[in-house]
């Protein structure tokens, strides 16, 4: 097959300039990127007090296999809660997409967040739209290389910074930052930071608008999710073409009226909203894939719009229902299948983070030897508890057994069990038993936990199996 | 100059030289980005020269600069070398934060008594993780992992049952010193009917129902100088533990299976093997192999695979 222009699969990409805009979608989005930015890159460096643990606010502290978030401490067994965020975090995407279409493309999204950050940048340093196509066409000299090298420049350091900022939520920040340059931090401290900052980089830096159309997968299966209630960004194309197309502004057409009697529509081909797209697309065409919903469009219009004296709104929020006339509902079973899935998904884990065991204990069988004859003809088995104090508060414990008539509990020789705040310990006991019936196999009892001087917490009854030999001998 | 020229048939060019007039070479270049990666690899070469050990001189080689490392060798020497993995696993195996953790804490056990660290949760805990260690390296080949034993060659260390005694001291004694067990064979001094008696009193001890008769006559031979027996195991059958030897009267065997024994004959048949060919253990003394502090954990460790006395 010939490999013409038009059936080719590669398209060589096209450099955007994106233009900025003023307007009250990109101050919300400035908002939002203000927030967003202030949480992360301080949040490591928030202290918080505790009895026990890192003064840190938020700490994921692997090593010790506790994750710190404010007064929650997450530990290794509470790892299924991860699975109810990440569940969350989908059925909100869904939920949304379905009501609002691309809403976490255009305002949330990181990509977007460090593309906005990083277009800012480029326009301190070189110039907004018309300047940057202008130092780009220029030949190389003092002006441009210092230009394009302090962008380059400032990029990097913001995206070392971002890296940088991720690898403290992973141990004590103001120690690491001081090990980090001083060369004594670990190795994936730097591994980290320094993949952080190239992907940064590149993603926000060089990549930009190639990452929403080609690389990620979200776009993709959202575009699923839309249907015709769908809230979209959309061009009112009978108010903007009328029946002759849009047309620029001249002598002729240059109020409404006379607009009206050509038959011209209310764009005035401007250019403006394609200008300001950062995935380079005219929204004029129509709902296209490219589209991140950002609304800066609409931005642009409007102040033309309002410099023009007419009405807001030819660029618009809508959905397909509502741009053909249909009414235009949002409680759909889609929707509201969502939102329970999502609400359950919610009580569920908050039921489970509030509901979290204040005591642990797990029953681990020795199974090396597995029985042990006692000189008094007894069989020995023993058993090793882990237990774990997730409170902030030592307890004391006492272990007994139950469902074992006539045997013996050895849990050593302590004149006190007693766990710290936040810690964990093994203790090895002793379950000594005489079967009276020449029992064989195996018999189920159980290992009470009972913490002593503690009201809120109840008794632990852990199952376990003790076990005789196999044939009476 | 030669002159560049293009082959027609795949259009491409050719390096411009002809030999023997006719004979020309197609113009292959490598792909730029090969060749780029190649003068990477060039570069990263010399930068590793400078940094790295490299260059072998006369019997010796560069050792790179700017890549001290500093370690404690074996014999508690500071040392430092060129970087290299081995040195770095020796420091990270002393130097980092759960090596330091773990020895302070190991410092703090060895520094307490037996009384305090069987009293403390937490010095329980370290010490049998630490032990699990050490017993696996030096004493499970012979004793098994957890310390079950072979029956008729190493002791069961998890019952109850000591025979050179349980107590801490007893245990740390027998891990230091290590021991030498012995009963004479007495398949020469008697006959097998005499053998078939003392058999019989011994399963009478631990309160097999086993013939009367035979049982005393047994006794007899057990309980005075005939056989001897009782300078040992005692008049009680309870075993001397000077001696090491076995306490007759519980339901622990450790030389004759008796419990894998399907039927009394059998029983009978497996104690009169030992009395007939005798019996020689020995462990090993552990005091030059291990160090104070670890013959302490395993003493702890071991007196609370069973219970300890």
């Known amino acids: 097959m010939a490999d013409t222009g038009n059936d080719a699969l590669y398209q060589a990409r096209i450099k955007i300039y994106p233009r900025s805009v003023k307007g009250r979608f990109r101050t919300f989005k400035w908002a939002i990127l203000g927030l ?18 890192p003064d840190q606010a938020v700490l994921f502290d692997i090593a010790a296999r506790k994750f710190y978030l404010f007064d ?37 999204c990181f990509q977007t967040l460090w593309t906005d950050l990083y277009l800012l940048i480029e326009r301190l340093v070189q110039g907004d739209r018309v300047a940057r196509i202008r130092l780009d066409k220029s030949p190389w000299n003092a002006n441009k290389l210092l230009r394009k090298a302090g962008t380059h420049v400032l990029w990097l350091a913001v995206a070392f910074w971002t890296g940088l900022t991720f690898t403290l939520y992973w141990d004590n920040a103001p120690d690491l930052v001081v090990k980090w340059f001083t060369g004594s931090a670990p190795f994936a401290a730097y591994a980290t930071t320094l993949f952080l900052t190239a992907t940064t980089y590149v993603m926000a830096g060089l990549a930009r608008e190639q990452v929403c159309t080609y690389m990620c997968p979200y776009a993709r299966f959202q575009s699923a999710m839309f249907d015709e209630d769908t809230r979209i960004v959309a061009y009112e194309e009978a108010r903007g073409e009328g029946s002759q197309g849009r047309h620029r502004i001249t002598r002729e057409l240059k109020s409404r009226e006379q607009r009206r009697e050509q038959g011209v529509g209310d764009c005035i081909d401007c250019g403006f909203c394609v200008q300001v797209c950062p995935t380079g697309i005219d929204i004029r065409n129509g709902l296209q894939v490219q589209c991140i919903s950002c609304a800066l469009c609409i931005d642009a219009c409007d102040t033309i719009m309002d410099s023009l004296g007419w009405e ?25 299948g969502y939102g329970l899935a999502l609400l359950l998904a919610v009580s ?31 069989i020995q088995n023993s058993y090793e508890l882990h237990l774990e104090n997730k409170t902030e508060e030592p307890i004391a414990l006492a272990i007994m057994i139950h469902g074992l008539a006539g045997a013996v509990l050895d849990a050593g020789r302590f004149s006190a069990l007693t766990l710290a705040p936040q810690r964990s310990l093994r203790v090895l006991v002793r379950v000594r038993w005489r079967s009276n019936h020449n029992e064989k196999g195996s018999r189920s009892f159980f290992l009470d936990i009972i913490p002593q001087k503690r009201k809120d917490l109840g008794m632990i009854s852990a199952p376990a199996t003790f076990y005789l030999p196999g044939r009476e001998r | 100059m030669s002159q560049t ?47 790295y050990p490299a260059w072998p001189v006369a019997g010796s080689y560069t050792k790179g600069v700017m890549n001290d490392i500093t370690f404690v060798d074996s014999n508690g020497k500071s040392k430092t070398t060129h970087w290299n993995t081995r040195s770095a696993l020796l420091r990270d195996l002393q130097e980092s934060k759960t090596a330091v953790l773990s020895r302070d804490y190991l410092n703090k056990v060895a520094a307490a008594s037996y009384a305090e660290i069987l009293g403390d949760p937490e010095m329980m805990a370290f010490t049998r993780s630490m032990a699990r260690g050490i017993f696996g390296d ?16 190493f002791p069961n260390l998890a019952d ?64 005075t100088n005939e056989g001897g027996c009782y300078y040992c195991h005692t008049h009680q059958a309870t075993g001397l533990k000077s001696q090491g030897a076995a306490n007759l009267t519980d339901q622990i ?22 009395i007939a060919n005798g019996v020689q253990r020995r462990m090993p003394s552990w005091s030059e192999r291990l160090s104070a502090a670890q013959i302490k954990l395993l003493t702890v460790y071991v007196h609370e695979l069973g219970g300890g006395q």
């Open chain 1, 72 to 108: 929650l401490v997450a530990h290794a067994q509470d790892l299924l809660w991860l699975v109810g965020v990440l569940l969350i975090a989908a059925l909100l995407l869904f939920f949304v997409t379905g009501i609002a279409g691309r809403v976490f493309c255009g305002y949330f």
């Open chain 2, 138 to 153: 030096n004493c499970a080949p012979c004793h098994g992992s957890g310390g079950a034993g072979v029956i008729g060659l």
């Open chain 1, 312 to 336: 807001r709104g030819l660029i618009h929020y809508t959905s397909e229902a509502q741009a053909e006339g249909k009414k235009s509902s949002l409680l759909k079973p889609k929707t509201i």
């Open chain 1, 348 to 378: 569920a884990l908050a039921w489970s983070v509030s509901s979290q065991a204040p005591l642990d204990v797990a029953v681990v069988q020795v199974r090396q030897p597995l029985f042990v004859r006692l000189s008094d003809g007894r």
């Open chain 2, 253 to 274: 065997w450790t030389i004759a299976d008796v419990n894998g024994a399907a039927d009394l004959a059998g029983k009978k048949e497996r104690v009169k093997q030992v």
């Open chain 2, 5 to 51: 020229k293009t082959s027609k048939p795949s259009a491409v060019q050719t390096t411009g030289h002809a030999w023997d007039g006719d004979i020309q070479e197609f113009n292959n270049p490598l792909p730029s980005w090969w060749l780029w990666a190649f003068y990477a690899t060039v570069v990263f070469a010399v930068v590793y020269w400078v940094f």
């Open chain 2, 160 to 223: 109850d049952d000591w025979l050179w005694g349980g107590s801490v001291g007893d245990i740390q004694a027998t891990v230091k010193n290590g021991h030498f067990g012995f009963m004479p064979a007495f398949g020469e001094v008697f006959d097998d009917a005499q053998l078939d008696d003392i058999a019989s009193y011994v399963l009478s001890l631990s309160g097999h129902p086993v013939d009367a008769a035979a049982s005393r006559r047994g006794k007899a031979i057990f309980q």
């Open chain 1, 36 to 53: 967003a930015y202030g949480v992360y890159f301080l949040l490591p460096w928030l202290r918080w007090e505790r009895n026990t643990g």
